[in-house]
């Protein structure tokens, strides 16, 4: 990992760090091959075009980067996650109540589906 990333994971507040590695984890399960790179002075989750901002805050993680309606409905779930300038914030306890597969819809739906053995691109069904 690039030393600025891992600088920048290193100073993140203990009670915010289970919370990103959480998602950090997540992200890259479904983009194993994701580069992470500092963009905007955050960790940034790039596959192809697509890119993935994860941001650690006095109040939490904030996810940017992700298309309105291409979030595989969270917002709509969550409206109260939902910040300006097309913000995901979650507080540690807010995260407390979302399942994995439910951040791992959204990860899917902002950087695809996953990669096949062969590289490819996956489809929603799994299928390359």
Do not use: C
Request: glycine share 12%; proline share 5%; aromatic share 8%.
């Amino acid at each position: 990992m690039d030393k600025s990333v891992q600088a920048y994971i290193d100073a993140i507040a203990p009670e915010n760090r289970p919370l990103f590695e959480r998602l950090h984890g997540l992200i890259l399960s479904v983009q194993p091959q994701a580069s992470v790179v500092l963009s905007y002075g955050i960790p940034t989750y790039k596959f192809g075009r697509k890119k993935l901002h994860l941001g650690a805050w006095k109040h939490g993680i904030s996810l940017y980067g992700w298309q309105r309606g291409g979030d595989a409905g969270f917002v709509e779930r969550h409206p109260t996650l939902f910040k300006p300038k097309a913000t995901i914030q979650l507080r540690p306890a807010d995260a407390d109540e979302i399942g994995d597969a439910e951040l791992v819809a959204l990860v899917r739906a902002t950087l695809g589906q996953g990669l096949s053995e062969k590289g490819e691109e996956l489809d929603a069904g799994g299928r390359g």
